[in-house]
């Protein structure tokens, strides 16, 4: 890949991981906001629970997002970025311009969601009487 297309998507993937810190602190902001707000009966409380839950996720899903965008910015220190950590060939760069801090192909990640698709159907026949 060209010096200046790295660049370019290492530009991309700083602006992504700054989203996501922004996003967890206004997150944080929000949560306190909350605290300190007078719920008067039960189902605010409920919905602050709901609320709480929901956050949390949004937490867990930006934390592997983030934890993506690291190991790129690593591989391009490096000069592996846009590698498949699978198949080990080139990602290509229309794939690299949806998700810049992909780790697979489409074809790698098309069979490893088969394959989870699959173990997920296993697991649930073993489950039925």
């Keep these: 890949m ?4 790295v660049k370019y998507f290492q530009s991309a993937l700083k602006e992504i991981r700054m989203e996501i810190f922004g996003g967890v602190e206004k997150s944080q902001n929000n949560g306190k906001k909350d605290e300190l707000e007078h719920m008067p009966d039960i189902s605010d409380d409920a919905a602050r629970a709901y609320n709480r839950k929901l956050q949390g996720d949004l937490e867990e899903q ?9 190991a790129a910015l690593e591989k391009i ?11 080990k060939k080139d990602i290509p760069e229309a794939r690299l311009e949806v998700v810049p ?3 697979f192909c ?7 969601e088969t394959k989870a698709t699959l173990d997920d159907q296993k697991i ?3 489950k039925e009487p």
């Design 106 to 112: 489409t074809q790698c990640l098309s069979d490893i």
């Design 62 to 70: 930006d934390w592997k997002k983030l934890k993506q965008v690291e």
């Design 101 to 103: 801090y992909t780790e």
């Design 2 to 5: 060209e010096k200046k297309k």
């Design 124 to 126: 649930q026949n073993t």
């Design 77 to 87: 220190e490096i000069w592996e970025y846009g590698i498949c950590n699978q198949c």
